[in-house]
């Protein structure tokens, strides 16, 4: 006989963005303890809306299986004296588990006698293991918990209650002085408080009460509801702006879209500013003509938390707290039409960047000077550097616009929008616009080349000035953003593909160009190592996140002596894929041994020919000859480990014929010197001694 069974955590309303990770993590966490319990159990199922989490398992077990197992206990010589009498700690062994001596046995394991005892579990009832979900529930984990009443409970939003529910019987633990029962609570406003028989009943009853507790549901309910109030008058279904789409299914349990309208004058403000107002402040979904023209229309569409009661008086309420915004909008443009791009700039040099590091007027001018060592890496052309330099001479400017003080998501933006009416050039304006990105770890990449190297110039000034000022990111203490300025970096040089680049040169000659007063020049010396190891972990974040490459073939990709960004995730690929191959393990067994030889020498010497005594060293004398043109004339990865496969049965045949430590000091000195010059070659691909077989 199986069972069903419903966990339920009911809250107060959670922030949107946690929502879908609190349904995930209950799931899986469930599934773990269930698994780690030994019950059997078929299809989980997650539910969550603002106000609630949970997940429901069919088919449960009605308890563990039963186990019988075989325990060894002590050698008989300890078990039993010289008559065969069974001593103490015999006894004991057999009191231990839960039997007596007259249950022990002797068995001969690897020659050796040892005694046993065979016992019987009997598995527990699922009823009883369940009340161990408490601590499932409180390790759920969130990225900001909260403190509430003269409490220490820190959760996401505090508890207010919770179903546990096995088949017709409640489960009874408790978590955060909330016991479990059988009842939930409907809509806030709407619904009632539901009293659940049988796990079954939960969405059939919640749905009475004005509640989908299914996400996917509720979002294809929006969808079609959006969808529908499109139809027949030619608008362009917004359903396009997927992210206020998810974000908006986790804000509503029963949705109910509606539209608005606002006054067409206010579409004489840029549609990015419109649709900034709707969207990030509102929650509203912009509309657009369905059509080729695609213009904005003066309307908007909402998605109320409840019925269609009455939604006349909330669209009237909602289209007059979106005209304020609107208004704010319009006199901001408005302002800002009366100032020219030089007058924004000349703010720039009133307003601090950090008080340590000058001011923003100060970064921009930093940045045309490290366009110079952009230029000499990327072999920019003359048109490149003509558009690059105009915008690095402004693109600070909209940092000073009262439409970027008022809607700060939209720095880089506006600049675009501003750039282009007031004359520039389409190319300077889209470098502008691009200068921040990515936003996020996993945002999008700017979309031009020179967006690319705007943003490159941008992150690369803000790593070098605040390191140089010692203020290098610790733990989760990350106040400017660094790692992820540095992920950014990372990306864009991955995606620039240029791959004659050594990140260290890169970054001394970007130092180099930033003309660092001579207190923090000294400083930043100290903190350049800490600045390369910081991009070198993003680098090794990216491998792992986006590549799912083992840590030791990230730890030996990173330990090459060639920092070239692109280089080492191509190294870290290929040995990915050589790992399933034969002679991968040969390969590396041959590298390790040579690396190990020589980890402590340092200077390296000449290799005297006369003091090569065998055939299998002379070969492999040769061979590291012949490396080392291979490496001098070839660059790329696959075809440097390709030479360093072919030379790997030579150096197993060099280490079994040959005595590296001999009596003969020139002779051992030669032999390691040969070993330390293939090392440091081989080094130039990957640090093997990093790999584990």
Request: aromatic share 10%; hydrophobic share 40%; net charge negative.
């Amino acid at each position: 006989m199986t069972h069903t069974f419903l966990l339920e955590v009911g809250l107060e309303d959670m922030p949107a963005e946690v929502i879908v990770q609190a349904e995930q993590q209950l799931v899986n966490k469930t599934k773990a303890f269930l698994d780690e319990s030994h019950l059997s159990y078929g299809k989980v199922s997650g539910f969550s809306t603002p106000r609630r989490f949970a997940v429901m398992v069919e088919d449960l077990a009605e308890k563990q299986p039963d186990d019988d197992l075989t325990v060894r206990g002590p050698a008989q010589k300890i078990a039993q004296d010289e008559e065969g009498n069974w001593t103490k700690a015999a006894i004991g062994f057999s009191k231990g588990q839960g039997g007596s001596v007259d249950e022990l046995m002797i068995k001969d394991e690897d020659g050796t006698p040892y005694v046993y005892i065979e016992k019987h579990i009997p598995g527990k009832e699922t009823k009883e293991l369940l009340k161990g979900l408490a601590t499932v529930v409180e390790k759920i984990e969130f990225p900001k918990n909260m403190k509430w009443g003269t409490t220490n409970y820190h959760y996401v939003r505090p508890v207010h209650w919770l179903v546990a529910l096995l088949d017709e019987e409640v489960v009874p633990f408790e978590v955060f002085d909330v016991k479990t029962s059988n009842r939930t609570e409907g809509h806030r406003f709407l619904g009632e408080t539901i009293t659940l028989n049988r796990p079954e009943e939960y969405e059939e009853k919640l749905k009475a009460e004005y509640v989908l507790p299914r996400r996917a549901e509720r979002k294809a309910e929006i969808v079609k509801q959006i969808e529908d109030l499109c139809k027949g008058r030619r608008w362009d279904a917004p359903t396009f702006y997927r992210e206020l789409l998810e974000e908006v299914t986790d804000l509503v349990e029963y949705p109910t879209a509606f539209y608005g309208t606002f006054d067409e004058e206010y579409l004489t403000i840029p549609d990015v500013v419109l649709e900034t107002s709707m969207m990030d402040h509102q929650r509203y979904f912009p509309v657009r003509e369905d059509s080729r023209s695609n213009h904005l229309l003066p309307y908007f569409i909402s998605v109320r938390n409840g019925d269609d009661q009455y939604l006349d008086n909330v669209a009237r309420g909602n289209e007059k707290v979106l005209t304020a915004r609107l208004a704010d909008a319009k006199f901001f443009y408005e302002e800002d039409q009366k100032s020219s791009i030089p007058d924004f700039v000349e703010q720039l040099k009133h307003v601090d960047y950090h008080d340590q590091l000058g001011t923003l007027y100060d970064k921009q001018l930093r940045a045309g000077k490290l366009l110079e060592v952009v230029k000499d890496y990327y072999h920019l052309s003359a048109s490149e550097m003509e558009t690059l330099k105009r915008a690095t001479s402004i693109y600070k400017f909209d940092l000073m616009t009262q439409m970027v003080d008022e809607f700060p998501t939209l720095q880089g933006v506006i600049g675009e929008v501003y750039a282009l009416e007031r004359g520039e050039h389409p190319a300077v304006a889209q470098a502008i616009s691009e200068q921040y990105l990515p936003t996020s770890v996993m945002g999008g990449l700017p979309g031009t080349k020179l967006g690319e190297y705007m943003a490159l110039i941008d992150k690369f000034d803000a790593l070098i000035q605040f390191f140089s000022i010692g203020l290098i990111p610790t733990g989760s203490n990350d106040p400017y953003a660094l790692r992820r300025q540095a992920i950014g970096v990372v990306r864009i040089m991955l995606d620039l593909r240029v791959g004659h680049i050594e990140v260290d040169q890169f970054i001394n000659d970007l130092i180099q160009a930033s003309e660092l007063p001579v207190s923090r020049e000294e400083d930043l010396a100290e903190n350049k190592a800490a600045l390369m190891n910081f991009i070198e972990d993003r680098l090794e974040q990216i491998m792992q996140a986006e590549y799912q490459i083992a840590h030791d073939v990230r730890q030996a990709a990173l330990g090459t002596t060639h920092k070239n960004l692109s280089w080492m995730l191509i190294v870290a690929q290929i040995l990915e894929e050589e790992k399933e191959t034969e002679a991968f393990k040969t390969v590396v067994e041959s590298m390790t041994r040579v690396f190990n030889m020589t980890e402590d020498r340092d200077a390296i010497q000449t290799i005297d020919e006369d003091l090569l005594e065998t055939d299998s060293e002379k070969a492999l004398a040769d061979a590291v000859e012949k490396l080392e043109s291979v490496f001098a004339q070839e660059t790329w990865p696959k075809t440097r480990y390709e030479a360093l496969e072919e030379i790997s049965p030579l150096i197993s045949d060099f280490f079994d014929h040959n005595m590296i430590m001999v009596e003969n000091e020139a002779v051992k000195e030669n032999r390691l010197t040969l070993l330390q010059k293939l090392a440091i070659i081989a080094k130039q691909f990957a640090d093997f001694s990093q790999l584990v077989i």
